[in-house]
């Protein structure tokens, strides 16, 4: 799937090397909240990120005006501080050799500078080269972490790469965690070997169920987003990044992350279900 915000890389920004918006301070946040929020088309016709968001943005957002349009639109407006963005973005952070696709969810400024945007929750979705099927049926839950965030910015946890914080929620074990089975070790794919590990409620689902819990609200469920480099031949060279998050507010309730080798594989492990469990 590719990614228009290259083209806005490429042409405006020399942004080949490192990007990394800065974090918003309490006067972008103030500003927010009078602000339109505008989500940006990604420009790849065959892309149903724009359908996806739009969807999730009517069901889940009601804290901001919002409107949709064009990737030529935003490079006339993202000077506009009073402005707020959701933008599709491919992202290369500080010590990290891969590039990320993130939503990047940030506040208009007045430098031509995507690093200056201050970063008001933006959410990584994937590896660059990743299925975007592969995300596409979290967005409600990603547009409910955004909406969380930028609500209770001193206390919500980023889902910021570079700066992961680990996150072990106690209110998970009183909720059903949801997985997929090919997003797991091979040691702990059924819900018998999971249980050896973490005696609390866990189901093996799929993603439509999953969609359908974050559609419905469920504040009794919680699933797992993972990033990864998804091919075996790229072992040793990536990361695994595990988040659970709440299907009901989008909330993150743990977090971890591992360097993928022949041991510790692209998936959920058993030490994460015992990290968990503690």
């Not at 169920?209 to 993972?226: M, S």
């Amino acid at each position: 799937m590719k990614k228009s915000f290259i083209l806005l890389v490429l042409t405006l920004l020399v942004f080949e090397s490192i990007a990394q918006v800065r974090p918003a301070r309490k006067k972008h946040f103030d500003k927010f909240y009078k602000s339109t929020t505008y989500i940006v088309e990604d420009r790849d016709p065959f892309s149903k990120f724009n359908q996806h968001l739009k969807e999730a943005m009517e069901q889940h957002w009601t804290i901001t005006p919002f409107e949709v349009i064009s990737f030529d639109d935003f490079h006339r407006l993202r000077t506009n501080e009073d402005a707020s963005f959701m933008v599709l973005a491919d992202i290369k952070q500080k010590n990290l050799d891969e590039v990320y696709v993130f939503i990047n969810f940030v506040m208009g400024d007045k430098k031509r500078d995507f690093e200056s945007m201050p970063d008001l929750a933006s959410v990584p979705l994937a590896y660059r080269d990743a299925d975007d099927y592969d995300y596409l049926y979290k967005m409600g839950a990603f547009v409910k972490f955004m909406q969380t965030h930028v609500s209770k910015s001193d206390d919500t946890p980023r889902m910021r790469l570079a700066r992961i914080m680990n996150v072990n929620d106690d209110r998970l074990k009183q909720m059903e965690l949801w997985l997929l089975e090919n997003e797991l070790a091979p040691e702990v794919r059924t819900e018998e070997t999971i249980r050896r590990h973490y005696p609390y409620t866990v189901k093996i689902v799929t993603p439509e169920q999953i969609n359908e819990a974050i559609a419905q609200d469920r504040d009794d469920v919680a699933f797992l987003h993972k990033l990864g480099p998804e091919d075996a031949t790229r072992l040793g060279r990536g990361k695994c990044w595990k988040f659970i998050i709440s299907a009901g507010d989008g909330s993150v309730l743990y977090s971890s992350s591992h360097d993928v080798d022949k041991a510790n594989p692209d998936a959920f492990l058993v030490d994460d279900f015992k990290d968990i469990a503690k």
